[in-house]
């Protein structure tokens, strides 16, 4: 039996919501708090960073112009113009001196840190030797006297070349007898090459020294062994990746959407 009292109920929902033909759409935006808080800094100093890996780009140089610019349009913190610190020799020298201690202390003859390759050929365990300058709380904080102190932002770049080979699924066009097309995936072995980056951001508080926050990120892209991306557009392209991460640790951003409103 049907029951009348449910069919007038939906007869009359469905007449209502045809009746608000009217409709519009408004922006909403939410806000995120940032993982830092920066409020008591008024400058940023992108100081500058340990980079290793392949020789066909600067990490350091790069990564701080990058970040500079970023900070310049989405942070409300003054960046600070000035020259890149090259950070890996810095620490080779600060490795040296404590060496050259070590051997007058004991006697012996200690093998100062140093990697025969060049700067942009250090693997990622080459990197961590180098870790210590950034507990050098004497460093930063003489550094931030001659910077008004501000917000420092240092840390390790690594940028290699990556091959993978395996099974990748593709889309293929296929026509039938009479000409009409459908797409079907179709699974094939590719040997692919392209880049893996690495980056480790640390946050130092230029008044005293110490770091106050770190973050670790990995992005990796592939393309066709046919491809001649060049090393620099994938460091963009994987630097783009990670951005939002990056401000997000001292700036405040928002998510943005909309939502549709009836009359």
Same mark, same amino acid.
């Given at each position: 039996?049907?029951d009348?009292?449910?069919?007038?109920?939906?007869?009359?929902l469905?007449?209502?919501?045809?009746?608000?033909?009217?409709?519009?759409?408004?922006?909403?935006?939410?806000p995120?708090?940032?993982?830092?808080?920066?409020?008591?800094?008024?400058?940023?100093?992108?100081?500058?960073?340990?980079?290793?890996?392949?020789?066909?780009?600067?990490?350091?140089?790069?990564?701080?112009r990058?970040?500079?610019?970023?900070?310049?349009?989405?942070?409300?913190?003054?960046?600070?113009?000035?020259?890149?610190?090259?950070?890996?020799?810095?620490?080779?020298?600060e490795?040296?001196?404590?060496?050259?201690?070590?051997?007058?202390?004991n006697?012996n003859?200690?093998?100062?840190?140093?990697?025969?390759?060049?700067?942009?050929?250090?693997?990622?365990?080459?990197?961590?030797?180098?870790?210590?300058?950034?507990?050098?709380?004497?460093?930063?904080?003489?550094?931030?006297e001659?910077?008004?102190?501000?917000?420092?932002?240092?840390?390790?770049?690594?940028? $290699? /070349?990556?091959q993978? =080979?395996?099974?990748?699924?593709?889309? %293929?066009?296929?026509?039938?007898?009479? !000409?009409?097309? @459908?797409?079907?995936?179709?699974?094939?072995y590719?040997?692919?090459?392209?880049?893996?980056?690495?980056?480790?951001?640390?946050?130092?508080?230029?008044?005293?020294?110490?770091?106050?926050?770190?973050?670790?990120?990995?992005?990796?892209?592939?393309?066709d062994?046919?491809?001649? $991306? /060049?090393?620099?557009? =994938?460091?963009?392209e994987?630097?783009? %990746?990670?951005?939002?991460?990056?401000? !997000?640790?001292? @700036?405040d951003?928002?998510?943005?959407?909309?939502?549709?409103l009836?009359?």
């Amino acid at each position: 039996m049907i029951d009348l009292t449910k069919v007038f109920a939906s007869t009359a929902l469905l007449l209502a919501v045809s009746a608000c033909t009217n409709y519009y759409e408004i922006g909403i935006e939410t806000p995120l708090q940032p993982k830092l808080d920066v409020s008591q800094f008024q400058r940023v100093l992108i100081a500058g960073f340990v980079a290793g890996g392949t020789e066909d780009i600067d990490g350091n140089l790069e990564t701080a112009r990058l970040l500079r610019s970023q900070l310049r349009s989405e942070s409300r913190l003054q960046v600070i113009d000035t020259d890149v610190l090259d950070l890996l020799e810095i620490a080779r020298n600060e490795s040296n001196s404590e060496n050259q201690e070590a051997e007058n202390e004991n006697g012996n003859n200690s093998e100062a840190i140093e990697n025969e390759n060049g700067q942009n050929e250090l693997s990622e365990e080459d990197l961590e030797v180098y870790d210590h300058i950034f507990a050098n709380i004497g460093y930063w904080r003489q550094l931030g006297e001659e910077h008004q102190n501000p917000l420092i932002v240092t840390g390790t770049i690594h940028f $290699t /070349p990556h091959q993978r =080979s395996g099974m990748v699924t593709r889309e %293929r066009e296929i026509y039938d007898e009479f !000409g009409r097309r @459908s797409v079907a995936p179709v699974r094939a072995y590719r040997e692919r090459r392209g880049f893996i980056l690495s980056p480790k951001f640390i946050f130092i508080d230029g008044r005293t020294g110490v770091t106050i926050h770190t973050e670790r990120h990995r992005e990796e892209v592939l393309y066709d062994v046919s491809s001649n $991306t /060049p090393a620099l557009s =994938s460091y963009f392209e994987l630097m783009d %990746r990670l951005m939002p991460a990056f401000l !997000g640790a001292l @700036s405040d951003q928002s998510i943005k959407g909309s939502r549709v409103l009836l009359k």
